[in-house]
């Protein structure tokens, strides 16, 4: 089980998401990006890789995708909050994109 990010990891966390563009909603505690890509088959393509880490990590994003564009959200839904699952999620999402 998920626990809720609090303290220094959670200050740390965030500061190296928000630099590589993701961004903080503080009401519901969750971070959000867009990524951008060259056409559909490639949104799609990080989708289908970004699904099957997702599964294998049992932590899903709650995403959207127009043509070119994937709109992704992540926070933790066990905890109300973000948990060191969301950080590890972004990071690989970021890595996949
Ligand atoms: C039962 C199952 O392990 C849980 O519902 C998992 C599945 N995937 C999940 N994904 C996300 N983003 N948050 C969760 O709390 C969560 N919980």
């Known amino acids: 089980m998920a626990t809720k990010l609090d303290g220094h990891d959670r200050d740390e966390g965030l500061t190296k998401l928000k630099a590589s563009g ?4 503080a009401d ?3 971070v959000s990006k867009s990524f951008s890509f060259k056409n559909f088959v490639d949104a799609f393509g990080f989708m ?3 699904a099957i880490h997702a599964e294998k990590m049992n932590h ?7 043509y070119k564009t994937v709109d992704v959200t ?7 909050g973000l948990s060191e699952l969301d950080l590890e999620l972004a ?5 996949l994109a």
């Open 22 to 25: 993701w961004t903080h909603d």
């Open 28 to 30: 519901r505690d969750a």
């Open 48 to 50: 289908t890789r970004a």
């Open 60 to 66: 899903h994003p709650e995403w959207s995708n127009v």
């Open 74 to 80: 992540l926070t933790t839904h066990d905890v109300d």
């Open 91 to 95: 990071k690989k999402f970021d890595e």
